[in-house]
C-alpha cells in the first residue's frame, strides 16, 4: 500500500527557511523511473509544480522559484525534503508531496498518489 | 513555460447531466495531458492521463478526448460524488504546469 504523508511547520516567518519533509511507504525511489514531486496550492488558487526528484538523483525545479528551492532525498529513510528559502506571504499554501505514476515511457509525469497536503502560513 | 487554461471557472449542473471541461494549451502539448478531481480539503486524484486514459479505479462516465491544444474533460452523467474541481495538468515540457481549475457545483 502506497502512502505519503507532509511533516513540517505550519507556520513560518517571512524571510526565513521552509523545510517540508515527505515520508512515503509502500515503494522506493532507488527504483529506476521513480520520481517524486512537490506541488503547491495557494488557498483557492491553481495548483503549482516546484520541483522533482528522480531515482538517479537528478533535479528539477520552476525556473520562477529555482534560486530558493533545493530538493534532497534520503532513500534509507524513504524521505524527500524541500528546502524554500527567503519565505514570503505570497508562499502561503498547501503543499503536496506527489509521486510519478510509474510508466514505460520516461518522460510521462503525472501523479498517482499524493500525501494529503500540508498547510503553511506565512505571516510574522 | 506553456500555459494552460481551463473554461469555464465555475460550471452549474445537475446529477444525470452530461457535462464538458475544456483545457487549452498555449502550444501543442500532443497528447501529454492529464486530468485530476479535487474535493475540498483533500488532494487530487488522477483521473485521467495521456489524454483519453482512465486511471484504474476511475468510473467510465469520466472520459478526456483531445491532442495538440485542446482537450476535454467530459462526465457523461454527473453524479452527487462528481461534485468536486478539476484539473487539468500538462507534461509535455518542464516545466509542468496546471490549468486554473473548474469548480463543477449543484444546481
Known amino acids: 500500500q502506497v502512502t505519503l504523508k507532509e511533516s513540517g511547520p505550519a507556520l513560518v516567518k517571512p524571510t526565513q527557511t521552509l523545510t517540508l519533509t515527505c515520508t512515503f511507504s509502500?515503494?522506493?525511489?532507488?527504483?529506476?523511473?521513480?520520481?517524486m514531486t512537490w506541488i503547491r496550492q495557494p488557498p483557492g488558487k491553481a495548483l503549482e509544480w516546484l520541483a522533482r526528484?528522480?531515482?538517479?538523483?537528478?533535479?528539477f525545479y520552476s525556473p520562477s522559484l529555482k534560486t530558493r528551492l533545493t530538493i534532497s532525498k534520503d532513500t534509507s529513510k524513504n524521505q524527500v525534503v524541500l528546502r524554500m528559502t527567503n519565505m514570503d506571504p505570497a508562499d502561503t499554501a498547501t503543499y503536496y508531496c506527489?509521486?510519478?505514476?510509474?510508466?514505460?515511457?520516461?518522460?510521462?509525469?503525472?501523479?498517482?498518489?499524493w500525501g494529503q497536503g500540508i498547510l503553511v502560513t506565512v505571516s510574522s | 513555460d506553456i500555459q494552460m487554461t481551463q473554461s469555464p471557472s465555475t460550471l452549474s449542473a445537475s446529477v444525470g447531466d452530461r457535462v464538458t471541461i475544456t483545457c487549452r494549451a498555449s502550444?501543442?502539448?500532443?497528447?501529454?495531458l492529464a486530468w485530476y478531481q479535487q474535493k475540498p480539503g483533500k488532494a487530487p486524484k488522477l483521473l485521467i492521463y495521456?489524454?483519453?486514459t482512465l486511471e484504474s479505479g476511475v468510473p467510465s462516465r469520466f472520459s478526456g478526448s483531445g491532442s495538440g491544444t485542446d482537450f476535454t474533460l467530459t462526465i457523461s452523467s454527473l453524479q452527487p460524488d462528481d461534485f468536486a474541481t478539476y484539473h487539468c495538468?500538462?507534461?509535455?515540457?518542464?516545466?509542468?504546469?496546471f490549468g486554473q481549475g473548474t469548480k463543477l457545483e449543484i444546481k
Open positions: 506527489a509521486r510519478r505514476k510509474p510508466s514505460a515511457r520516461l518522460a510521462d509525469y503525472y501523479f498517482d498518489y
Open positions: 509502500g515503494f522506493s525511489l532507488t527504483t529506476d523511473g521513480m520520481r
Open positions: 526528484i528522480d531515482w538517479d538523483d537528478d533535479k
Open positions: 502550444e501543442s502539448i500532443r497528447s501529454w
Open positions: 495521456k489524454a483519453s
Open positions: 495538468q500538462q507534461y509535455g515540457s518542464n516545466p509542468y504546469t
